[in-house]
């Protein structure tokens, strides 16, 4: 068929030419001052996008990439002007807008288009039985959430969601909140994302979060970006790394994919950026297969133990538990199985161990590419072992950089978002505020979708992000979500969790990152966490979007304050007037924050301690790093299937769809496209352009489909496909997660492609 089959429930009609294999350059420059001006108009924009990183700005709402020291007066990138863009928008959805629109209505509309509606204006509530949204007063709406809580058998019938925009204030304030009311259910977008690296590297390193910063990238031998795309996610890392291949640094890249960025870069920050050629970037591609990683870095260890003194035997034996154990595995792993597991060469794998034996100072960079795979925990072990074997933990211009990505996820769980909480944070907690905080773990993303749906969680409350379509098997989600007595989302746009929701739901209109935060106690600022643990403020200048918005911590503080009643000794009401209170009591909770109020005032912020990079110590339960001796995995896919990874357009930012244009990949006017390798996709006899329905086929026997894709014959590797989420979470099974930290399995679901 040459035409999308009819009943297409998104109008898509993709339009395919071929990927370029450069990224940014002044086309990215048009793009970016494109969307802002259609968004914000042109005063606005300049006014806006000067702001963004800046030392006085605020942080962009894009990625969480690092800041460098000496800025550009435009530090920000294409997809970060984009995201500011999105937030600073001129278009407004105000009660008229819902009036207008029954919620079965904007449940039937694309994401795209819902967000493309402008920003929230007013609170909103949707009655029980009601088919529209109406205004509603904050009181009340705080009060319907204090009488659903209050009608709960026990707090863990109430479940609290975080998204990774929420500042440090907002974050600690709303975790405590949560604790005080008597859950830990906390689940975060984490679970989704990161949690395979925080998991695996707390246990080896002691430590879960990366060990480098931007100066390290800088003077690095050898770079390895497994699982990333940069060039669309992280445009800023490619300044970074074009600066480290200027000092002498080489690349390798291992991707089922060849991604423009890492190809060659024009930075639009330079005139040679501009005008010129570019930076080549990738010295070595690894074509991968998908979830062949482990295999890869598990032959590289053997390699490197082999041969004549390549391991640092001093830094293995002072700093490190577990060698022996894990060399004796390691000395098992065989060629066939690692060249099946990648599909990559023999002779690939030794050019890139000539590269690491070439290099003293080694940073692996990862992303979602890593975390997301059934044996994800065990495989960021594995990039552990092999950065310990050479002594690249502690030492300038080397480590693990697991690179984040909203643009304060990282922060959020340092404040203590997180289901799994230390015990010295609830102790720290406890001391500062009087409180008894609940012990027990609580419900990560899964879990809560799980328990959502048996009836076992009767309030879904979240700050800020789309649960539901960032959410893995759509249809359990939303009907899981359906089941809920009430859903509240505090949001600065409209997305589908506004259109599936428990009985009763509320959106709570907030302030963006780009918006000036006016309280009792004067102009607030608020601070943010980078990928690279450093911390600085945020302060926003845009009059805000509607004069009825109220910042991330007045809510918390409003909602504590009407929840909790008398009873809490927490002062919400002073905190919600000055930011700088919720600082002070940071800095008494949480490690690292010591005179917060006063470090934070520096231009740039601070940089958190990390012990393993500070000082060579680890604070695992052995006291040192652990070598991990786990089986080599890679999943196995039966005849005739292919596997699939959901992965992100250059045109969107995670359920956020900005347009209809991934640039470097040469796909426009459409998001329903399947991308296989040309040889795979004549085997099963599917040629370019036609349509094809995906369906995923899950080891308990059960399928789901997704209709109506457009081949598109693309150079990815040999058995693998890829395609757009969250279109395609609805192929996503709940329980297909990784061993150790549950995070959702998106870069490897089993399905058959057939003719629609
Ligand atoms: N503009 C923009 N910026 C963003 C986001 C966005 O949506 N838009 N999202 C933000 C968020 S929350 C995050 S977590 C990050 C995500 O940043 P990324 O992780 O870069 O995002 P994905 O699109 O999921 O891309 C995964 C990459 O890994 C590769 N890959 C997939 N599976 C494997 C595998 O098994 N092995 C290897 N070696 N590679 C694999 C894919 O081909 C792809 O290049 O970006 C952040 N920044
Ligand atoms: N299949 C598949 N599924 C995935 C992934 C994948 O690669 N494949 N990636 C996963 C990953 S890495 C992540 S992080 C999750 C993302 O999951 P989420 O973080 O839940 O989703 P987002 O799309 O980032 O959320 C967008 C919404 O956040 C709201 N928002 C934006 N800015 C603000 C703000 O400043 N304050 C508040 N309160 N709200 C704001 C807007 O209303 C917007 O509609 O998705 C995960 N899901
Ligand atoms: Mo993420």
């Known amino acids: 068929m040459r035409k999308p089959p009819s009943g297409d429930p998104v109008q898509d009609a993709p339009d395919v030419s071929a990927p370029l294999d450069s990224a940014a350059g002044t086309a990215a420059v048009a793009r970016s001052l494109r969307s802002a001006r259609q968004q914000m108009g042109v005063r ?54 819902f009036a207008a629109h029954p919620v079965a209505d904007l449940a039937k509309r694309s994401g795209y288009w819902l967000g493309q509606q402008g920003r929230l204006t007013q609170p909103m509530y949707l009655a029980e039985g009601s088919d529209h949204y109406e205004p509603v007063p904050w009181e009340r709406a705080f009060g319907i959430v204090a009488e659903e809580l209050a009608g709960l058998r026990s707090p863990d019938e109430a479940v609290f969601y ?22 830990n259910n906390l689940p975060d977008c984490s679970n989704m994302c990161h949690e395979s690296s925080g998991e ?24 390895i970006v497994a699982g990333q795309n940069p060039g669309t996610n992280h445009p800023r890392m490619l300044s970074a790394l074009e600066k480290a291949k200027a000092g002498g640094a080489r ?20 005139a040679r950026g501009l005008a010129g050629a570019g930076t080549a970037l990738t010295d070595l591609f690894l074509q991968i297969r998908l979830g062949g990683d482990q295999a890869l870095f598990r032959m590289l260890n053997r390699l490197v133990i082999e041969r004549e003194g390549a391991v640092d035997e001093e830094f293995v034996r002072e700093h490190t538990h577990g060698f022996e154990e894990f060399a004796a595995k390691a000395r098992t792993a065989g060629w066939e199985p690692t060249l099946r597991a990648t599909g990559l060469e023999r002779e690939e794998i030794e050019e890139a161990l000539r590269m690491v034996l070439a290099s003293r100072r080694t940073v692996v960079c990862w992303a979602m590419g890593l975390t997301q795979h059934k044996h994800s925990v065990a495989t960021i072990r594995e990039v552990v072992n092999f950065l310990l074997l050479r002594g690249n933990v502690g030492r300038r211009g080397a480590g693990v950089c697991p690179v984040r ?11 203590g978002i997180s289901e799994r909480p230390a015990p010295a944070f609830l102790d720290a907690l406890e001391r500062e505020f009087g409180i008894t905080a609940p012990r027990e773990h609580g419900l990560d993303v899964v879990r809560s979708i799980r328990a959502m749906r048996d009836g076992e969680v009767k309030v879904f409350f979240a700050m800020g ?10 249809d359990v989600t939303e009907d899981a979500m359906r089941r809920a007595r009430l859903s509240v989302h505090v949001s600065t746009k409209l997305n589908r969790s506004h259109c599936v929701t428990g009985a009763r739901a509320l959106i709570l209109p907030t302030l963006g990152r780009t918006e000036r935060d006016l309280q009792g106690g004067g102009e607030q600022f608020v601070t943010v966490e980078d990928s690279m643990g450093m911390v600085h403020a945020s302060r926003g200048r845009l009059e805000p979007a509607s004069p009825h918005l109220l910042s991330e911590p007045a809510i918390v503080a409003r909602l504590a304050r009407r929840v909790l009643g008398v009873e809490s000794r927490t002062p919400w009401e002073d905190f919600e007037k000055d930011y700088a209170l919720v600082r002070d009591r940071i800095a008494r909770v949480v490690p690292g924050f010591e005179e917060f ?20 110590r680890f604070p695992t339960a052995t006291g040192k790093a652990n070598f991990t001796a786990a089986d080599v995995h890679w999943p196995e896919v039966p005849e005739g299937r292919l596997l699939l990874q959901t992965l992100r357009s250059h045109d969107q930012y995670n359920t956020t769809v900005y347009g209809l244009d991934d640039r470097y990949r040469g796909i426009r006017n459409g998001r329903r496209v399947v991308l296989l390798n040309p040889e795979d996709a004549r085997g099963l006899g599917l040629d370019d352009g036609t349509y094809a329905d995906l369906t995923s086929e899950w080891s308990d026997g059960t399928e789901r489909t997704a209709r109506g894709f457009r081949v598109v014959h693309y150079p990815v590797a040999r058995g693998c ?36």
């Open 251 to 270: 690349i390798i890249t291992v991707n089922p994919l060849p991604e423009a960025g890492m190809t060659r870069f024009k930075n639009p920050q330079t």
């Open 721 to 756: 496909a890829a395609a757009y989420y969250p279109e395609t979470n609805v192929l996503v099974p709940l329980d297909a997660t990784a061993d150790g930290s549950n995070t959702p399995a998106s870069k490897s679901v089993v399905i058959r492609v057939t003719s629609a």
């Open 597 to 616: 109020n006063e470090r934070v005032a520096r231009p740039g912020g601070f940089t958190l301690p990390h012990a393993p990079r500070d000082e060579r």
């Open 465 to 474: 992000g789309n649960f539901v379509s960032a959410s893995p098997d759509t």
């Open 44 to 97: 606005r924009t300049a006014l806006t996008l000067l702001r963004v990183n800046q030392k006085d700005g605020f942080d962009c709402p894009g990625c969480a990439w690092p800041e460098p020291d000496k800025r550009h007066t435009a530090e920000f990138c294409e997809n970060g002007a984009k995201a500011v863009a999105e937030e600073a928008t001129l278009r407004r959805v105000t009660p008229d807008f």
């Open 405 to 415: 990505g909203h643009s304060n996820v990282q922060g959020d769980r340092t404040m």
């Open 200 to 223: 695996a590297l707390t246990e080896t390193l002691g430590v879960g979060k990366g060990s480098v910063l931007l100066d390290d990238l800088y003077e690095a031998d050898l770079i």
């Open 162 to 183: 975080t998204s990774g925009r929420t500042s440090n204030e907002a974050a600690f304030l709303y975790q405590l909140f949560a604790r005080e009311f008597g859950t």
